[in-house]
């Protein structure tokens, strides 16, 4: 018993000495700063102009309002719980309210960060839809750490549950419309009825069906995995990391575009990249969602010629996640296996990098310009994308390979 009072206490105290390090070599041995602190002053800049140009009738309310119920939906909750506990753990279930409930309280607080930095980025673009003082500005933050002491809550409650689609989309849907209510400063009638469908489907709802209920161990425990795996998939960005644990995943259809066509030594390693950014951990899918992503801003903030600083970020971001695949576990044991030269490894990931980013470059160009409407930006918005590309590839992704040798 008294170890178990004690648990919650040393498994948070060695997770946080674990991402302390982490986070010592991230400040130490990259750009990451420098490249936060251009992105911070860039970013800032040109969102004044763009709120500047917004029409009377722009609906920024409920953009943030859609913005900040993602956030608030968002509320996965981290209990650091291990594989072994399965067994060790199960057994003593009754005994561990404590533990879990410093789990909660420990997921509020973490997640809450986050939730007040989006408010404070969409702060601006609240005011300026709404004509509020300062003073809302303090009661959005008592209305978001509300709602996402809610869904933290209800969270908690979908660990017991089997079937939470159903509940999850009504988390969203009542979540939404809180904000939204208390955004647009609705009356207090309207937002009195909203809060109180939400306590009762909180206790009614989620509480009574969690109540008797046993706990999804397994999903608990998948669930703080993938927690763990993001920042440790973002750590490896900068530097290796041993406990990062890799995925694969068979996406036959997508794999049927890159047969192995050719079987001589200079294209081992590179039929091996292809093969891991397609199928290994999430390359794939973070490729996909930075190109979707920074296409939408390059067309829908419209900032002009300046649209080619979202278009060198988003190149400089993604050519950083591409570069672990270099150091995947897959390429080291196939070429224990087959003598390949070494020599023969790195010209064809700094091909592929260049390949992904100069077509990524193509893309974000070209949305950019369709938002700025002009074919001259389009030329320097891929100029600029494109010299980056290459500049990325052949020097600081040749660099990176060398102090890794």
């Known amino acids: 018993m008294v170890e178990l009072k004690h648990l919650w206490q040393k498994r948070y105290r060695d997770n946080f000495q674990m991402q302390l390090r982490y986070w010592n070599l991230i400040g130490r041995n990259s750009g990451l700063m420098f490249f936060v602190y251009a992105m911070i002053l860039i ?18 309310t409920l953009i943030v309002s859609l913005i900040l119920t993602i956030v608030c939906v968002h509320a996965p909750i981290r209990t650091f719980i291990q594989r072994a506990d399965l067994v060790f753990l199960l057994p003593v279930e009754a005994e561990l309210d404590n533990y879990f409930r410093k789990s909660c309280l420990y997921s509020f607080l973490v997640q809450s960060v986050t939730l007040m930095m989006v408010w404070v980025i969409s702060a601006p673009l609240y005011f300026q839809s709404t004509g ?4 809302a500005f303090f009661v959005g933050v008592v209305i978001l750490l509300g709602a996402k002491g809610w869904n933290i809550a209800c969270s908690w409650r979908e660990q017991f549950i089997d079937d939470i689609v159903p509940l999850y989309l009504l988390r969203i849907c009542l979540s939404f419309l809180f904000l939204y209510f208390a955004l647009s400063h609705q009356s207090w009638f309207v937002l009195t009825i909203c809060i109180t469908v939400m306590l009762l489907a909180g206790f009614f709802l989620f ?18 995995t993938r927690q763990a795996m993001q920042f440790l998939r973002f750590a490896n960005l900068f530097t290796d990391v041993p406990r990062l644990r890799r995925r694969t995943r068979p996406r036959s259809i997508i794999s049927r575009m890159f047969p192995v066509r050719r079987f001589e030594e200079r294209e081992v390693f590179k039929q091996i990249f292809i093969k891991t950014f397609v199928r290994s951990d999430d390359y794939l899918g973070m490729y996909v969602r930075l190109s979707v992503i920074g296409a939408l801003l390059g067309y829908f903030l419209n ?7 979202i278009v060198i970020s988003v190149i400089y971001l993604t050519g950083l996640q591409l570069l672990p695949i270099w150091s995947h576990p897959f390429p080291h044991a196939l070429a224990d296996l087959y003598p390949v030269p070494e020599q023969f490894k790195d010209e064809p990931f700094v091909r592929m990098v260049m390949t992904l980013l100069v077509a990524q470059s193509v893309l974000l160009s070209g949305a950019a310009a369709l938002g700025a ?8 918005f891929l100029c600029s994308g494109i010299i980056v590309s290459v500049f990325f ?9 060398r102090l890794k040798k």
């Open 393 to 401: 590839s052949t020097v600081y992704t040749k660099r990176r390979i």
């Open 207 to 224: 509480h009574r069906q969690a109540a008797g209920a046993l706990l999804r161990w397994q999903h608990l425990l998948e669930s703080d």
């Open 43 to 60: 970013g800032g800049f040109y969102y004044k102009k763009w709120l500047d140009l917004l029409p009377a009738h722009f609906p920024g």
């Open 132 to 135: 509020q003082g300062s003073s």
């Open 303 to 309: 900032m002009g010629y300046a649209s080619v600083f």
């Open 373 to 380: 409407r002009s074919f001259v930006g389009f030329i320097l």
